[in-house]
């Protein structure tokens, strides 16, 4: 009971954060970074190979990949941040300095290999001076209860962020995949947002029996 109620604090503080002008920014920058960068793993495991990434102060951003199969790299994104939410969660108790330093070296990989626009690479110095902010904390138990609420907040977005894809517009990753596949975008919409929702349920541990 202590742990549901612990996450569903966060939950509420992120549902909370998201709605406040700009200090919501690093946190969401977190996701899109997420999103895009699994977009690219995916093009690279799949025989391609990244071109370039950028990201936008609004919360949105792009990977151009080129090569590798397309259907993977369009439908990584949003199950990418999933599982990246997942693992900055479930290692943030146990191994909050190797989680930090890991995504500090994505992070850098990103800045000299894919990025060249001014904003891009200011959103991820503003993400790299937080990872290495948070690196420095004396107090482990906060620092792990920090990584916990980033998870909790990649993953409210993951379940909220394939939904505004239904904009009428005809773009996006689940436009992609209904071209690619003659299924109807909101199949992809809905899987993207049943895996979130998934593993947000499975680490608050409303599935378990008591």
Not at 14 to 31: D, G
């Amino acid at each position: 009971m202590e742990h549901q109620l612990k996450i569903f604090g966060y939950i509420c503080l992120a549902f909370a954060l998201s709605w406040i002008p700009i200090l919501h920014w690093p946190v969401t920058w977190f996701q899109t970074f997420f999103h895009e960068i699994s977009h690219g793993i995916a093009a690279v495991l799949t025989g391609g190979k990244i071109t370039k990434i950028t990201l936008s102060f609004n919360g949105s951003g792009e990977c151009v990949t080129r090569g590798g199969i397309r259907f993977l790299i369009a439908f990584s994104g949003y199950v990418g941040a999933s599982l990246w939410g997942l693992f900055v969660f479930r290692m943030a108790k146990f191994q909050g300095f190797w989680t930090i330093s890991l995504l500090v070296a994505l992070v850098v990989c990103c800045l000299i290999f894919w990025v060249r626009d001014l904003q891009t690479i200011f959103i991820l110095l503003v993400i790299l001076s937080l990872l290495i902010a948070l690196s420095k904390l004396q107090f482990p138990e906060i620092q792990s209860q920090i990584l916990e609420f980033i998870g909790i907040y990649i993953l409210i977005d993951a379940v909220k962020s394939p939904f505004f894809l239904m904009d009428g517009k005809n773009l996006g990753d689940g436009h992609t995949l209904s071209k690619l596949t003659y299924i109807p975008e909101f199949f992809w919409i809905f899987i993207w947002f049943s895996i979130a929702l998934s593993i947000l349920i499975l680490i608050s541990g409303l599935n378990t029996k008591t």
